[in-house]
């Protein structure tokens, strides 16, 4: 396997771990993946860092979310030492299963050796 596809393997990887743990609101996977300085842009402009991200979780560790959610149409670009994924993120409410759909792009760097995500990118889709 070519290392830029083993890299791209591995970022699609940790994109399944961070819907899982949106899923199952599971923190842990949310302190490995997040850098420290994540920037997270959301569809009504600068959201929460990793610690206000990690502090809207606790409360709800380990609880299902009042809605589904999944992605499609995932491609990864593997650019040296940094990699973007972008995908559309579908939210389903489990109560009357209204959806929403966010256009994503997400960009990781390396830190030591490991993949961190640093830029989150999300808007609504039309």
Not at 2 to 21: F, K, M, N, Y
Not at 56 to 82: K, N
Not at 88 to 104: H, L, P, S, W
Request: aromatic share 4%; glycine share 8%; charged share 25%.
């Amino acid at each position: 396997m070519a290392a830029s596809q083993s890299e791209s393997d591995a970022i699609r990887q940790i994109e399944a771990d961070l819907v899982q743990s949106e899923r199952t609101t599971d923190i842990a996977v949310q302190q490995r993946i997040l850098a420290e300085d994540l920037v997270n842009l959301g569809p009504r402009g600068l959201g929460p860092g990793k610690a206000g991200i990690i502090k809207g979780m606790q409360p709800h560790a380990g609880e299902a979310p009042p809605y589904s959610v999944e992605t499609q149409d995932m491609r990864i670009y593997v650019l040296g030492e940094t990699a973007v994924a972008a995908f559309v993120k579908i939210y389903t409410a489990k109560e009357n299963g209204n959806v929403a759909r966010e256009d994503t792009t997400h960009v990781f760097t390396k830190d030591h050796g490991v993949w961190k995500l640093r830029i989150s990118r999300a808007s609504n889709c039309l």
